[in-house]
């Protein structure tokens, strides 16, 4: 028993509530760190995650045991020998963790698998298997499911895969046709048992032009996706999803005019009309009648009509460079809108022109300044985009796995 005169011991405290959270955050958010690192700069030893996360090597050992333990990082290779001991080199766990993304394309899908690391194990080009007799016609979506899981499944076994190794489904598609994203992904996913996900090709394609070298710096852009439809977002920092247009309202399909001419939205006076349908022809024919030319009445049933009047306009055809310049000025007018709301100026036109066509970059850029106030404080500036639907389903690999990596949680 103590006596009176003796001091009694302190009683250790217990952290606070909100101080074990904080450490919990800390741990977790340390965790996370050094995985994204490994990812980044694998083969990778642990003295230069020491390097470039600035933490102890007690610390990022620990974290490295703790990831190998759930299968996250993996000892891949040994750095070359210096004369002492040799340094283990980690990088990602690849075994059971793939991604599978289809391109919905028309009759054709496009189909990527690529590992968690990036690789692209499988990619080819297949017919969507045609409907099968009886079926109910009303149920689209549910139609194109059903062609799509035995593709799924036939994919699977040249690959020696099984529907345990995904970990995501992702469907891309080409906005502005008539599909339910949530439907579709909705059908698959009860099909196959695997998360699915089904995303406008814009936004995958963003997603690509943002990791390439020519604007991965820029803070903030608007991306156009010109293909058979045109579409927008916007990259407001790294913090921004990029969606921003509301669920099926499409940038192509703004009124240009009240009364204009028919578009394939059933609507009138679309800027989708001017730049790639009725109003586009119309102003090819208008300009061939005033030009005393004739017109190439082929052009009439082109499914892709503005790459065949940008075709017939590099042939030296005066009515067709006529009819090209009114769609620039088209989309030069609604751009100017959009950059007076939103004050970001510059544009990544990607799916349509390619660096071959600078003249026709200049004359977006001058057009748009002509819609914009005197006194606007930035230039536009266009950047012409590499990427194309060709790209979506290898695209959507990338974004599933970036979004795998950064929805991990080890509290």
């Known amino acids: 028993m103590a006596s009176p005169n003796e001091t009694p011991k302190q009683e250790k405290q217990k952290p606070l509530p909100a101080t074990r959270r904080n450490n919990k955050l800390v741990r977790s958010g340390n965790t996370k760190r050094i995985l994204l690192l490994v990812k980044e700069l694998e083969p990778v030893s642990l003295d230069t995650l020491v390097q470039e996360s600035a933490l102890t090597y007690p610390t990022v050992l620990g974290i490295i045991k703790h990831l190998e333990k759930d299968s996250h990082v993996e000892k891949i290779a040994y750095a070359p020998t210096t004369g002492g001991r040799q340094a283990v080199l980690f990088g990602i766990c690849g075994i059971v963790r793939y ?22 194990i499988f990619h080819a080009t297949e017919a969507i298997p045609a409907q099968a007799a009886g079926e109910n016609q009303a149920d689209k979506h549910r139609s194109i499911a059903h062609r799509l899981v035995p593709l799924v499944g036939e994919i699977l076994k040249k690959t020696r895969l099984e529907l345990s190794s995904l970990v995501k489904i992702c469907v891309t598609y080409p906005e502005g046709t008539d599909i339910d994203p949530q439907l579709l992904s909705d059908e698959l996913e009860a099909a196959l048992k695997v998360p699915t996900s089904t995303i406008a090709d814009r936004i995958v394609l963003n997603f690509l032009e943002r990791r390439s070298y020519h604007i991965s710096s820029l803070q903030r852009y608007i991306f156009i996706l010109f293909e058979r439809e045109l579409s927008l977002s916007m990259y407001r ?15 192509g399909h ?118 914009l106030p005197e006194d606007f404080p ?25 979004q795998y990596f950064n929805q991990l949680n080890f509290e």
């Open 99 to 120: 991604v599978l993304a289809l391109h919905l394309n028309g009759d054709e899908v496009d189909i990527t698998i690529t590992n968690i690391r990036d690789g692209k």
């Open 237 to 251: 920092g790294p913090c921004d999803a990029a969606e921003d247009l509301p669920h099926r309202t499409y940038f």
């Open 254 to 371: 703004m009124t240009m005019d009240v009364a204009g001419s028919a578009c394939t939205c059933g609507k009138q006076g679309c800027l989708q009309s001017y730049v790639s349908g009725n109003g586009l022809l119309q102003a090819y024919r208008d300009a061939a009648h005033q030009l005393g030319s004739t017109w190439n009445t082929a052009l009439e049933q082109d499914d892709d009509l503005f790459h065949a009047v940008l075709a017939e306009s590099y042939k030296g055809d005066k009515a067709a460079r006529v009819a090209i310049d009114q769609a620039i000025r088209m989309l030069a007018v609604a751009l100017a809108n959009v950059i007076k709301i939103e004050g970001i100026a510059t544009i990544v036109l990607s799916g349509v022109f390619n660096s071959t066509d600078v003249q026709f970059k200049r004359l977006l850029e001058l057009y748009i300044a002509e819609y």
């Open 378 to 402: 930035t230039a536009p500036v266009v950047i012409l985009g590499t990427t194309s639907p060709s790209d979506c389903s290898y695209g959507a690999c990338l974004m599933m796995n970036a």
